[in-house]
């Protein structure tokens, strides 16, 4: 009997352990379900990061433990795809040159602009409000900003590197008349050494035939490029097409980056505060609502 009576004992304490740890994650989920049905957008994402929330948001409600997220995993794209409607609803006024494509449910592709020919900006993370920009694409932006200072572009020296390559290539197509004339001169000049030339003048008239034979192989040589030149600037214009079309819709980013945020570096800090700018938005509606 005694036996039995340690072993009731000894199981009180895990059983209260257990008992406890369950009625969080069973209080977790209620609230989750609850704040769900009342659309209480704030609450959902005090209750996925309690503890980020009461560090950059607010500590005024530290009661909600975390460490329960991972019992709904398994629907963290439903979550994502529900929170984002009142989210990209803001995003819009704050980033009105932003808009999102749903690739997958709760995954959001950033659409950069309503142009033709708009750039892919990143990702949106919905569950942890948060901008993932391309890092390719946020440095040609900020690139576009630094160079802006001296009305220059991005592609400014590239365009007009590639432009001089072309000029260069259409001078040698203009003169291939003038390499042919210089190439049936040098020809003639290399017979008239052949046939002209002595025992004593051998050393002397070799070096001449090697000088006509080197400037006759750099005129070939011309000619071949020339030959392959159109090609070439065919394909040098479409890139500086390219490169100027990637230079236009750098300026409309500027100029709308600029119309809603004055400046570079104001739109970078506003982007890193995702965030509390959001979530305080939300506490304001329902300050709003509470005194209506």
């Known amino acids: 009997m005694s036996d039995e009576k340690n072993t009731t004992e000894s199981q009180e304490q895990p059983n209260a352990r257990l008992k406890q740890s369950l009625s969080g994650k069973i209080a977790f989920l209620n609230a989750l379900q609850t704040a769900v049905d009342q659309q209480d957008d704030r609450l959902i994402y005090e209750l996925l990061d309690p503890e980020r929330y009461h560090t950059e948001v607010s500590s005024a409600n530290d009661s909600i433990k975390s460490g329960y997220f991972n019992l709904v995993e398994d629907v963290r794209s439903q ?7 009142q ?11 932003f808009y999102y ?17 708009r750039r892919e900006f990143g990702f949106l993370d919905v569950l942890n409000l948060e901008f993932q920009f391309d890092k390719d694409e946020y440095q040609k932006l900020q690139g576009t900003f630094e160079l802006d200072a001296n009305n220059k ?16 290539l259409q001078d040698l197509v203009a003169n291939q008349d003038q390499r042919d004339q210089r190439k049936a001169q040098l020809r003639d000049q290399l017979q008239d050494t052949s046939s002209n030339s002595s025992f004593w003048e051998s050393g002397k008239v070799k070096e001449e035939r090697q000088a006509v034979k080197d400037e006759l192989t750099k005129l070939t040589d011309e000619d071949q490029k020339a030959t392959d030149a159109r090609d070439t600037m065919k394909r040098n214009e479409d890139q500086i097409l390219a490169l100027s079309k990637e230079d236009t819709i750098l300026s409309y980013e500027k100029q709308a980056v600029k119309q809603a945020f004055g ?5 970078t800090s506003h982007s890193k505060k995702l965030y ?10 329902d300050k709003v609502s509470a005194d209506e």
């Open 263 to 267: 400046s570079f570096e104001a739109f």
């Open 153 to 168: 572009h991005l592609n400014t020296e590239n365009i007009a590197k590639i432009s001089e390559e072309n000029k260069q």
């Open 79 to 85: 979550i994502g795809h529900y929170l984002s409607y």
């Open 101 to 117: 494509r749903e690739v997958s449910e709760g995954e959001f592709k950033i659409l950069f602009g309503n142009w033709w020919d």
């Open 87 to 97: 989210l990209i609803d803001y995003l819009a006024k704050i980033y009105p040159f």
């Open 276 to 285: 509390a700018d959001y979530l305080m938005n939300l506490i304001g509606k």
